[in-house]
T-cell receptor, first 114, second 112 residues
Framework: DVKVTQSSRYLVKRTGEKVFLECVQD?????MFWYRQDPGLGLRLIYF???????EKGDIPEGYSVSREKKERFSLILESASTNQTSMYLC?????????????FGSGTRLTVV | RKEVEQDPGPFNVPEGATVAFNCTYS??????FFWYRQDCRKEPKLLMS???SGNEDGRFTAQLNRASQYISLLIRDSKLSDSATYLC?????????????FGTGTLLAVQP
């Protein structure tokens, strides 16, 4: 089975801190994604990457950046954390984008910014 | 209008019941469709892809109506373990690449 591992299950950070969320997948997938999930709003795409060093903005990229230096690792960076970035962050990978195998998600990082 | 719309529920059904969820999508160019399941405080997991001819996986049946831009999921003989949020998911069309658009989910609670 594909495994997508997110480095932290829970994180508490202070306003203004720079925050790194790490995601690693072990199946050589080309595509990786970062979503945030909030009650009533569902999953919203922050950034995605379809190749090493490539990145594309999703629907809500403001306040975030990403890094993909190696195929298996896709990092989400909160440049200066704010309380409205308190959320569940989900990383996903896929071999074929919107193909029939869909996405495999990590178990999520619940980030609280205080 | 949201790109993918679902009734949030909750749907409260007794064990053994048949329950159906519906979903509509706005982009007629969408080509791929899925149902995901998400348990409380867990990550979404792929339940099944949805094909134009309709498809079945055990107690689960998915249907697609392209003309009406409508997707459905039918669960027969509901089990307690089916209690979860069901997410309708559509591939972004019209030139966007490799992105899935998630609905906000329908909550199912199966009662003993």
């Amino acid at each position: 089975d594909v495994k997508v591992t997110q480095s932290s299950r829970y994180l508490v950070k202070r306003t203004g801190e720079k925050v790194f969320l790490e995601c690693v997948q072990d199946m050589d997938h080309e595509n990786m994604f970062w979503y945030r999930q909030d009650p009533g709003l569902g999953l919203r795409l922050i950034y995605f990457s379809y190749d090493v060093k490539m990145k594309e903005k999703g629907d809500i990229p403001e306040g975030y950046s990403v890094s993909r230096e190696k195929k298996e690792r896709f990092s989400l960076i909160l440049e200066s954390a704010s309380t409205n970035q308190t959320s569940m962050y989900l990383c996903a990978s896929s071999p074929d984008g919107t193909g029939p195998r869909g996405y495999t998600f990590g178990s999520g990082t619940r980030l609280t910014v205080v | 209008r949201k790109e993918v719309e679902q009734d949030p529920g909750p749907f409260n059904v007794p064990e053994g019941a048949t329950v159906a969820f519906n979903c509509t999508y706005s982009n007629s160019a969408s080509q791929s469709f899925f149902w995901y399941r998400q348990d409380c405080r867990k990550e979404p997991k792929l339940l099944m892809s949805v094909y134009s001819s309709g498809n079945e996986d055990g107690r689960f049946t998915a249907q697609l109506n392209r003309a009406s831009q409508y997707i459905s999921l039918l669960i027969r003989d509901s089990k307690l373990s089916d209690s979860a949020t069901y997410l309708c998911v559509v591939a972004a069309g019209g030139g966007a690449t490799n992105k899935l658009i998630f609905g906000t989910g329908t909550l199912l609670a199966v009662q003993p």
